[in-house]
């Protein structure tokens, strides 16, 4: 999955994307992929009059590969909007569902753990309701309390969506380690390993490269 476009659109360092560029950098992706499927998705914001023009144009170019997959805060508006907007056209989106204590009580300002799955669960079971299958971003996942929330977490996902939910195991800070050996949450193979045996879930690894580690750990998830 692809995520120019949407975390490109986030670095303060660089100019947003001109309009015609993101098309351009679509074309190439498809040529690249070359039928293959193995670019599986590209990944657009909805938010912004340029996001929905983007997302119209990149629709319209009608290919297979790589889809055309959007990301929607925690919000069931998000996904009302997104149905009124993609008319069906957009079959899967990334949804935030932050889980480190960090990001649920600062920067999301929930309550307590147990509001912020209640949170989650709405737009989730919105977008199950709109016939779009929820890739359930599990942002700072390797400062989280793997055991304590974010299994019970993953858990009773699959069970209210019997199971048609997917997951991002997001590496936002980039500090996970590729080691094996590595304990949780910080270690890559271990956590996705857990993960999966817990939940059965398909996932996904998002990895950031603060310290140099994004590959290593993508080939180790």
């Known amino acids: 999955t692809d995520t120019t476009l949407r975390d490109g659109a986030q670095d303060p360092c660089f100019a947003v994307f001109p309009n015609d560029a993101k098309l351009a950098y679509f074309d190439l992706l498809h040529a690249l992929d070359n039928g293959t499927g193995i670019i599986d998705a590209v990944e657009v914001f909805i938010y912004q009059k340029r996001d929905l023009w983007t997302l119209e144009k990149l629709l319209g170019r009608g290919y297979d590969f790589p889809r055309v997959t959007t990301w929607t805060r925690a919000t069931?508006?998000?996904?009302?909007?997104?149905?009124?907007?993609?008319?069906?056209?957009?079959?899967?989106?990334?949804?935030?569902?932050?889980?480190?204590?960090?990001?649920?009580?600062?920067?999301?300002?929930f309550r307590s753990k147990e509001e912020a799955v209640e949170k989650y669960l709405a737009p989730i079971m919105t977008a199950c309701e709109n016939s779009i299958t929820p890739r359930v971003h599990l942002e700072d996942a390797t400062r989280?309390?793997?055991?304590?929330?974010?299994?019970?977490?993953?858990q009773r996902v699959m069970d209210e969506t019997q199971g048609r939910a997917r997951?991002?195991?997001?590496?936002?800070?980039?500090?996970?380690?590729?080691?094996?050996?590595?304990?949780?949450?910080?270690?890559?193979?271990?956590?996705?390993?857990?993960?999966?045996?817990?939940?059965?879930a398909e996932l996904e690894f998002h990895g950031h490269n603060d310290f140099g580690y994004a590959t290593a750990n993508s080939m180790a998830a």
């Open 76 to 109: 069931p508006k998000d996904i009302r909007d997104l149905v009124s907007i993609s008319q069906g056209r957009v079959k899967e989106t990334g949804l935030l569902a932050s889980c480190s204590d960090h990001h649920i009580f600062d920067r999301l300002g």
């Open 167 to 200: 997951f991002r195991v997001c590496d936002t800070l980039g500090v996970g380690v590729p080691d094996a050996h590595a304990s949780l949450p910080f270690g890559i193979p271990r956590l996705i390993s857990v993960l999966s045996c817990a939940s059965n």
């Open 144 to 154: 989280s309390d793997v055991e304590g929330w974010v299994i019970p977490f993953m």
